[in-house]
């Protein structure tokens, strides 16, 4: 019947979908290498209600057309790959990334791209992250290790009691052209996309790579103000749409008011 | 009698339209390079002495072209536009015009917008191939720190003959006249926000529902005088 009540209808959706991004942006705020999501939306079409040049009651000529628009759709969520803050833990396995580029995990043959570097050791003493997919390219610690050290470059030593190195070899990173078309996968990983372009792999602090800092992880780039802000924005949007809402049943009720029996 | 309940009914028809311009700006107050609209009226230019009263004249819907507030993002890829222009998109139905500069690339690697259709440059479509990209605030795009192309910023000298879409879309069919922006700084990294005012909605919407409300009151009085008339004047004493 009223326009207006459906269209700001939609709008208290779009801002639902806000405080679920919000929501689950909040709730991510101390997952290491997590990176924050926002809602995109767009106005929906535009109903014409008188086309320009057409004549109105009064024999006038319209100069510009009426077109009432419909409200909002939430069309995309977007990761945003700000850096997040670096935190010491002391922990030999905890790499963080600096600048751009993701660690490769090898889940079953497909491989995964993310920014967690809380690295474990499994039982065959390859290093894996904490779901338990192994690092590409794989990388053994010898039995006997007591110390691992990995430099800016990404080469890594493992040595033993006395110091003498056991094992060596250099990390790999990839980078992508357009990280934010990343399709977020979930368990904190990332799977290339069309949007994305293909990985370009190459040693840390070499073409555009960053470089990892052992002893550090990247924690997630949730900031909680932030958050918070758009918390209250969504919440008096929302409020606001619900005051249209009843603005036009208000004059839905006028209307109603004027036949007297 | 100058008025009567038809012309007040049509003045509270207005209003309703009204209310459906305030409700979507208010519904998309949160949506990317939205720009807000309102209703306006003017008054048909007769005087009261050359014996007609001034009836409804035009209602006239105008854009607010002003800038909404840049969000920084950290993607490369979004762009904001800061001053005159709109970013200029090659669509199946022709070229549209936009401000909203959430853009990606294609596996083309094509600069496209979330639809998927092109963002064009100044030489056509933009191809960016590489390891990184930059863009800088004249819409220039190195990719490896060479130029591949420049982002086609499009002014119009009068903005408000634009016709728009959904999609945060203008398209030129009433003969804005486009023209090459002048006065802008392209933002990577950033997204404009919508530019609706939550004090001027509310404001509208108060104001328009106690005009409505006058309206009724009108209208009532003059179902009054109806009555009045039919029921007294012939009224044999």
């Known amino acids: 019947m009223m326009r207006s009540l459906w269209t700001a209808a939609t709008g208290m959706v779009a801002q639902q979908i806000e405080q679920d991004i919000v929501a689950n942006n909040l709730a ?9 999501s926002r809602a995109d939306f767009q106005d929906l079409m535009y109903q014409i209600y008188a086309k320009s040049g057409a004549e109105t009651s009064q024999g006038n000529q ?7 628009g419909m409200g909002v759709k939430p ?6 790959f700000l850096q997040g803050d670096y935190q010491q833990t002391g922990n ?8 751009d580029g993701f660690f490769q995990f090898d889940d079953n043959g497909e491989t995964y791209y993310g920014r967690a ?3 474990k050791i499994n039982r065959d003493g390859l290093i894996v992250n904490s779901e338990g997919l192994p690092l590409l390219p794989n990388i053994t610690v010898p039995t006997g290790t007591v110390s691992f050290t990995v430099d800016t470059g990404g080469t890594w030593t493992a040595a033993d009691q006395e110091g003498n190195p056991l094992a060596t070899g250099r990390l790999e990173l990839a980078i992508f052209i357009n990280p934010a078309g990343l399709t977020a996968i979930g368990r904190n990983l990332f799977a290339k996309s069309e949007a994305s372009g293909e990985p370009i792999t190459g040693n840390p602090g070499e073409n555009g790579i960053g470089t990892i800092s052992q002893n550090f992880l990247e924690m997630s780039n949730v900031n909680v103000i932030d958050e918070m802000v758009r918390m209250i924005v969504g919440q008096r949007a929302y409020e606001i749409n619900s005051k249209a809402i009843q603005t036009a049943d208000s004059m839905l009720g006028i209307i109603a008011a004027l036949k007297r029996s | 009698m100058l008025y009567d309940v038809t012309d007040v009914g049509r003045a509270g028809a207005r209003k309703l339209l009204e209310l459906d311009f305030v409700a979507n700006n208010v519904a998309n107050s949160s949506t990317t390079g939205f720009k807000a609209e309102h209703l306006y009226y003017a008054m048909k230019g007769k005087k009261i002495d050359q014996g007609v009263m001034p009836g409804l004249g035009y209602t006239i819907s105008a854009i607010d072209y002003s800038q909404g507030t840049l969000q920084t993002t950290g993607n490369i890829l979004d762009l904001a536009i800061e001053g005159d222009g709109f970013f200029t998109i090659q669509t199946n139905q022709g070229t549209v015009y936009t401000r909203d500069g959430s853009f990606m690339l294609n596996k083309n690697k094509e600069l496209v917008t979330g639809q998927g259709e092109h963002v064009l440059g100044d030489a056509g479509r933009i191809v960016i191939d590489g390891t990184s990209v930059k863009i800088n605030e004249e819409g220039m795009i190195y990719v490896d720190e060479n130029p591949v192309g420049k982002i086609k910023v499009t002014a119009f000298e009068n903005e408000q003959l634009l016709t728009r879409s959904a999609d945060g879309r203008y398209t030129d069919r009433a003969g804005a006249s486009p023209k090459k922006a002048a006065n802008y700084k392209v933002n990577s990294g950033y997204l404009e926000m919508s530019n609706v005012n939550a004090v001027r909605e509310m404001t509208d919407m108060i104001n328009l529902q106690r005009t409505f409300e006058t309206y009724q009151k009108i209208i009532l009085t003059l179902q009054d005088m109806d009555k009045i008339s039919t029921t007294r004047i012939g009224k044999l004493v």
Do not use: Y
């Not at chain 1, 991510?28 to 924050?36: E, L, Q, S, Y």
């Not at chain 1, 319209?62 to 009432?68: A, Y």
């Not at chain 1, 030999?92 to 600048?99: G, P, T």
């Open chain 1, 28 to 36: 991510n705020v101390n997952t290491v290498g997590f990176k924050k």
């Open chain 1, 117 to 119: 570097g809380n690295f």
């Open chain 1, 75 to 80: 069309i995309s969520t977007q990761r945003m």
């Open chain 1, 92 to 99: 030999q396995f905890d790499w963080a990334i600096e600048k």
């Open chain 1, 62 to 68: 319209l100069p510009v057309g009426i077109e009432v």
